[in-house]
């Protein structure tokens, strides 16, 4: 590779970005800010255009001594599985900015920056080849996103803020004694020679385990540690509740699948069953609970929950057709999750109202964000063509193949989100419109509809051609599940 | 290559041109893309066919892979036989004449663009599903057809009663469809792969299973998926609500197309079903109960639109029934028949509606035939071919299913028959409730234009001639011909049992007006279970419906979410609170107080370290 530190600039441009922010003023805080997350995007391009996708391997490599007295490197580096991710998180630190372009009046220039420093946080994390750097950028995400929540969020901000922080913060505890211990023990952070040295013993891989996995399912999150999310999506501000939804929880299924899967395998298969009992659970309990809500963002937040169980559902069915299933999953989530919280900051920057009571008969005043939604809202349920359905039908394939009822189970909990999504489609868009919405002006605008085209797209690309991902995803998760 | 893909593409197509820029096209643009393309694509069929002819094997096409990981390969598949050819040449056939009809009925409608668009989106999904070679592409065009279909039962979206009625088509079909994706994955499973050839040559040499194995619990959950899609019971519910829709929409979806796709995919599968008898016996079953449920409840409508719609219903029972009792042609016959005639009977229902600016309800019809003869005369043509009146369309498809039941057992036939004299009994009493006697309703009855009569013409004649189109013949490759020679007595008694009905009808509507209606008051709590379709829906709201709503909102978020969970959590924050209010207590700022602990420590930390030592 060449001597040009892709990931590095990528990683720390947003941040270079967000310090000019804080330098010049509240006026060019929102310009400054887009040219930066475009140029991130740009510059990430040849990533996806000179990566081997034959080759599992970390490529763009780079490494340099960093703290030598805990042999702790600096060590960026991409594989087929951290990719997608970083492609994921460029392309919605955009459309959070555009986003939020007359939604943020208050203190535009720390809510840039913040977004800013998230996405290097985000990038960084995607692209560290070793758990050291990984948590720090872990721990760095929180911060912004502790912000955003608690500064631009809606009236129970505050409280949403902490119960976030809180959750979290026990996570990356446990998540720091677990690296401290593997330190110790290995005398390496490092993924690579993590995964190929001597394997631990399996009590003590009992013990990280516990420890990683904890830190990862508070962020996934899984069942019983999700009661943090619907709070802090349902008072985010637009911006903070894509990025949530979008990367933050990604976050922990790939810890699971970098760490947990190849470090501590003994682990895995101890904890085999109740983790996929978790998932199951937070697959279909979190469906059954979607459908009592009433408001709107409290109700994708629950989604979020009961489609985040697919991924460690397919993650913890080791085989190939379930992991690529749930990468694919998570990024799908990410767009789809991501463009329904877009669609419901728009109409909520014209009606201050999260209540589906307070909607109803939007088709005939706003058409075309009401066909955008029904889109968004299709794709969510996994209709077949979109972009949900091939992970969904990879995981449950890979579920299956694992033990029959735990497919049939996964199977239950589509059902069971088609059925939220449509009452929820029915209530905000069908009949008469509600006479609390009457004149105002509820179509989207060009700026809007813009932002949402590129999530248009991709729910029709990687619905009708899912190669474009997992193409990449192929070698490396073979190198995954048989390098143990 | 002969191009299968043109064949749903032209609609897409149309869809497209119609979606994105119909709100600025004018209405014959509008109809020039809508009709043209579903026509190009008809033509496009008969040009492939040509192509294809005899066409004794499977013609396939590749053109990219779909979902590939590990050793899953999923392509891009499509696949003509005979079996496809006969459903394409219904689907783009009977769907050319109906958009022909549409653009004369919708002409007065708001958002005449977006209901040609979803026609349009509805003709390139059901062609996908009838020319997938795998069950996951067939399954893309399952889930279109019924996306498409709630759409269009919730055309009219500012009416609650269309958007309900769309809800629980979809809730029902969802249902139905559990299963449907479950049999998916067995095969997975069970195959290793989802392409139909592979299927079902790897099925060929497994011995057919005498008791419940995995083929049988793969052919019913597949029958699940069947009974959502073409209305059985007990999956049935959705499809009179879906007469909410507008009327063209009912003869193509629910009636002639759509609603034959569980047929069609049960007789696709009819290599594994071959292996799996006990699952056969239950789909004779369901389509025999359903047969004879729904023909009850068609007795006692008064919308116009309902009565067919429960004649639907119990068409598509007899077409189980024959896939149940192993005649798959014969069934894949009835599909061809029935969409003739029931298209036919749902557009000349349209028509009538159409005459009367919106009346459903037969008890404000009567006397129409003079007034709208040309409906007339074609709903006649409907009437003596679904009565089973020799030598037209129903007579010779319903004919073969009777026979083929009578062979697996007789007292299928029997059952079969009598349900064969109600259907006659019911369709001639909307006919003569609607054409004959004194007209009781207030409108001033017009003809249809020629837009919407031609197409019924040109079904008329189908429906009176499409009993000579031999298609269990043509489909002999595919399925091996029905056992069970032509019995001429119990075709007659089959016959009989129609012009019984038809004359019972007569005598009660027409020669005794009024004893009908003592009759109905008679039977009180029978005539009443029947009228209110048994209750059926009510009892689905009370057991399932009702309980699923209610443990969500009670049970689940508020007890266990936000009650037990959160409550957890936020027990140890106040706890952690209290621990801090209670220490905050130690930091009084006293520095005596202070000096005091600090002894106190010390004191203590050397006892302790003594003691250890």
Redesign the interface.
Same mark, same amino acid.
């Given at each position: 590779m060449s001597a040009y530190p892709i990931l590095s600039v990528i990683t720390f441009l947003p941040l270079a970005g967000a310090a000019v922010i804080l330098l010049t003023g509240q006026r060019p805080a929102r310009w400054i800010a887009l040219v930066t997350t475009v140029a991130t995007l740009g510059l990430s391009m040849p990533l996806y255009q000179a990566f081997d996708k034959s080759s599992g391997a970390m490529q763009f490599a780079e490494s340099r001594p960093w703290i030598p007295a805990w042999s702790v490197v600096y060590g960026m580096g991409v594989d087929g599985i951290s990719l997608p991710f970083i492609f994921l998180s460029v392309v919605l630190c955009v459309l959070c900015v555009a986003a939020s372009w007359t939604a943020i009046q208050e203190r535009p220039r720390e809510f840039y920056s913040a977004l800013l420093v998230a996405e290097t946080a985000m990038i960084g994390l995607f692209a560290a080849t070793n758990l050291f750097l990984f948590y720090v950028f872990w721990e760095i995400m929180i911060v912004p996103m502790f912000l955003l929540i608690g500064v631009w969020g809606g009236a129970a901000r505050i409280f949403a803020a902490f119960k976030f922080l %809180?959750?979290t913060l026990a996570g990356s505890l446990l998540m720091l004694v677990g690296l401290v211990g593997l330190l110790h023990t290995t005398g390496t952070l490092d993924f690579q020679a993590l995964t190929t040295g001597t394997k631990l013993n399996p009590q003590l891989q009992a013990w990280l385990f516990i420890a990683f996995t904890a830190a990862f399912a508070v962020k996934v999150p899984m069942f019983?540690v999700h009661?943090w999310l619907p709070d802090a999506h349902t008072e985010a501000p637009t911006a903070g509740s894509v990025i949530l939804a979008g990367i933050l929880l990604k976050m922990g299924g790939y810890g699971l699948l970098r760490v947990a899967l190849p470090i501590l395998p003994d682990a895995v298969q101890l904890f085999l069953k109740p983790m996929l009992a978790l998932s199951i659970i937070a697959i279909v309990?979190g469906a059954?609970?979607t459908?009592?809500?009433t408001d709107v963002k409290r109700l994708i937040a629950y989604s979020s929950i009961s489609h985040m169980g697919f991924v460690t559902l397919g993650i913890f069915t080791l085989?190939?057709?379930g992991v !690529?299933?749930a990468i694919l999953q998570m990024i799908n989530h990410g767009i789809i999750t991501g463009a329904l919280f877009l669609c419901v900051g728009m109409i909520y920057e014209r009606t201050h109202t999260r209540e589906i009571a307070d909607y109803g *008969?939007l088709?005939?005043a706003a058409?075309v964000y009401s066909t955008l939604l029904a889109l968004f809202c %299709?794709a969510a349920a996994g #209709?077949?063509?979109l972009n949900a359905f091939?992970g969904e #039908?990879?995981i449950? *394939?890979g579920a #299956?193949?694992t033990w029959?009822w735990l *497919?049939?189970l996964a199977?239950?909990g589509? %059902?069971l989100g088609?059925?939220y999504l449509?009452?929820l489609y029915?209530r905000v868009v069908? *009949? !008469?419109l509600n006479p609390g919405l009457r004149g105002l002006r509820l179509e989207l605008n060009a700026r809007e509809v813009i932002t949402l085209a590129p999530l248009i797209f991709l729910v029709l690309l990687l619905g %009708?051609?899912? !190669?474009s991902v997992?193409g990449y995803l192929?070698a490396s998760v073979a190198n995954l599940l048989e390098g143990r | 290559m002969h191009h299968l893909w043109l064949i749903p593409a032209l609609p897409l197509a149309g869809f497209l041109v119609n979606g994105l820029f119909g @709100?600025r096209l004018p209405k014959a643009i509008i109809n020039a893309v809508a009709v043209g393309s579903v026509l190009l694509s008809f033509l496009w069929v008969l040009q492939v066919l040509n192509g294809l002819m005899p066409l004794e094997t499977l013609y396939v096409e590749r053109y990219?892979?779909?979902?590939?990981?590990?050793s899953?390969d999923i392509p891009y598949e499509l696949a003509i036989d005979r079996l496809s050819a006969v459903m394409l040449l219904v689907v783009t056939g009977v769907g050319l004449l109906i958009h022909i009809y549409a653009t004369g009925y919708m002409s007065h409608e708001d958002g005449y663009y977006r209901f040609f668009a979803y026609l349009n989106l509805f003709m390139f999904f059901m062609l996908t599903l009838v020319l997938a070679n795998n069950y +996951?592409l067939l399954?893309?065009g399952w889930?279109?057809v019924g996306?498409c279909s709630y759409l269009l039962i919730?055309f009219y979206?500012?009416k609650?009663s269309a958007?309900t009625a769309g809800?629980k088509a979809?809730?029902v079909n @969802?249902?139905g469809?559990?299963g449907f994706? +479950?049999a998916i994955?067995?095969i997975?499973?069970q195959f290793g792969t989802l392409d139909f050839p592979a299927v079902f040559s790897a099925a060929q040499p497994l011995p057919a299973e005498s008791t419940a194995g995995i083929l049988t619990a793969i052919c019913l959950l597949l029958m699940v998926g069947a009974a959502g899609k073409s209305a059985q019971v007990p999956l049935y519910v959705w499809l009179p609500d879906a007469m909410e829709g507008p009327t063209p929409v009912s003869a193509l979806i629910h009636a002639a197309t759509m609603v034959t796709a569980g047929v069609y995919m049960v007789a696709r599968s009819s290599a594994l079903y071959l292996k799996a008898p006990l699952a056969m016996d239950v789909v004779a079953l369901i389509g025999l109960l359903t047969a004879v449920l729904a023909a009850t409840i068609g007795m006692t409508q008064f919308d116009i639109k309902k009565v067919f719609a429960y004649s639907t219903v119990s068409q598509l029972g007899y077409m189980f029934l024959a896939l149940g009792v192993g005649a798959f042609s014969a069934g894949i016959f009835h599909v061809v028949t029935h969409a003739f005639f029931k298209a036919l009977l749902f557009l000349g229902a349209g028509s009538v509606i159409h005459a009367l600016e919106g009346e459903q309800d037969l008890r404000h019809m009567g006397g129409l035939r003079k007034k709208i003869p040309i409906t007339f005369l074609t709903l006649a043509c409907a009437w003596v071919a679904i009565a089973g009146v020799p030598p037209f369309s129903g007579f010779h498809s319903k004919d073969e299913i009777l026979l083929a039941a009578h062979h697996h057992a007789p007292w299928m036939y029997w059952i079969g028959v009598v349900t064969a004299g109600i259907t006659a009994f019911y369709v001639s009493r909307a006919m003569f409730l609607c054409f004959f006697g004194k007209y009781r309703g207030h409108h001033h009855p017009h003809e249809s234009p020629v837009s919407m009569w031609g197409p019924l013409a040109v079904l008329a004649l189908l429906s009176l001639g499409g009993g000579y189109t031999h298609i269990p013949q043509f489909l002999a490759p595919v399925f091996p011909l029905a056992e069970g020679a032509h019995d001429f007595t119990l075709v007659a008694i089959s016959v009989a049992a129609g012009l019984t009905g038809i004359g019972l009808a007569w005598f009660l509507y027409i020669a005794k007006p009024g004893l009908a209606d003592s009759i109905a008051s008679n039977l009180g709590g029978l005539y009443k279970l029947v009228y209110n379709k048994y209750f059926v829906d009510e009892l689905y709201f009370a057991t399932i419906i009702n309980p699923?709503?209610a443990?969500? @909102?009670t049970v689940?978020?508020k007890f266990l979410?936000a009650g037990l969970?959160?409550g957890t959590?936020n027990g140890a924050?106040h706890m952690a609170q209290w621990v801090g209010a209670k220490c905050r207590r130690l930091q009084s700022g006293n520095i005596r107080t202070y000096a005091t602990w600090v002894v106190l420590g010390a004191v203590l930390l050397i006892f302790t370290i003594g003691g250890v030592r």
């Open positions: %809180l959750f019983p009661t309990y059954y609970v459908l009592a809500q085989n190939r057709a !690529e299933g *008969g088709s005939k058409p %299709l #209709f077949p063509g091939v #039908f990879l449950i *394939g #299956f193949r029959a *497919g049939a199977v239950f589509v %059902l088609t059925t449509l009452w029915y069908l *009949g !008469e %009708l051609y899912p !190669e997992l192929r | @709100r990219a892979t779909w979902i590939a990981s590990g899953l +996951l399954f893309v889930e279109g996306l919730g979206y500012l609650n958007t809800n979809f809730i @969802r249902i469809d559990f994706a +479950l994955f067995l997975f499973i699923a709503i443990g969500s @909102r689940l978020w979410d969970i959160d959590v924050g």
